[in-house]
């Protein structure tokens, strides 16, 4: 079973810059998470998607930040304009039931 | 709320040493606990999960964490040690299909 996939690895961008990450989740997965993990922290959920609705975004920077799943399947998160704090690895994980599966995440980095 | 407390920031063990990695959750609510592991540069990968049943639970390679109810820990310990076991380790909680609550991890450093 492939396990859930996310592009670029790596991005390098300066401040007010946008990016935009993607995000493929496991087959058959209806719940896929957005998670930010600053250097020295856990991962802190940003978004929740339920098929192609928002179950939880209150922790998303809104003024900042956007993420779509348009199909319910696939999903791209999106910053614009990026800041310098918004350094960090964006996890993308996908669940069918009570555990949630990571994938390798994009590690961005802002100059 | 639910909030996830990982008290050492890092763990320093030898080789072939036993090692617990404590961690302490505070929830309203029945729980489901968790221990994700990250290796350098790579996403979280789950290690061991504790949702109902047992208290012990273990992963295929040598980790059990225990739930404990009455003091509200799932502390992961493993008898003995490996290099390869260096990672840092992530305990979380989530109450049925709610987001997962994560500590602030702990590096486990595994030296010869």
């Known amino acids: 079973e492939a396990g859930v996939a996310q592009s670029p690895r790596y991005k390098i961008i300066e401040k007010r810059q946008s990016v935009a990450f993607w995000c493929n989740p496991i087959?058959?997965?209806?719940?896929l998470y957005w998670y930010q993990q600053i250097l020295g922290q856990g991962p802190k959920l940003l978004i929740q998607f339920q098929n192609n609705g928002v179950v939880d975004d209150s922790q998303l920077p809104k003024d900042r930040f956007s993420a779509e799943r348009l199909k319910g399947v696939d999903s791209t998160l999106k910053i614009q304009p990026a800041k310098l704090e918004d350094s960090a690895v964006y996890l993308c994980?996908?669940?069918?039931?009570?555990?949630?599966?990571f994938g390798p995440g994009t590690r961005l980095l802002v100059l | 709320a639910q909030s996830v407390t990982q008290l050492d920031s890092q763990v320093p063990v030898f080789e072939e040493a036993p090692v617990e990695l404590r961690c302490n959750y505070s929830s309203s609510v029945s729980v489901y606990l968790f221990w994700y592991v990250q290796y350098p540069n790579q996403g979280l990968q789950l290690l061991l999960k504790?949702?109902?049943?047992?208290?012990l639970v273990e992963s295929i390679n040598g980790f059990e964490a225990e739930f404990n109810k009455s003091q509200t820990s799932f502390h992961l310990r493993k008898p003995s040690v490996h290099i390869s076991d260096t990672a840092e380790y992530f305990c979380a909680v989530s109450s049925g299909y709610s987001t997962l609550t994560f500590g602030k991890g702990t590096m486990l450093l595994v030296s010869p």
């Open positions: 504790y949702l109902s049943g047992s208290t």
């Open positions: 087959s058959g997965h209806a719940t």
């Open positions: 994980a996908s669940s069918s039931q009570e555990t949630q599966y």
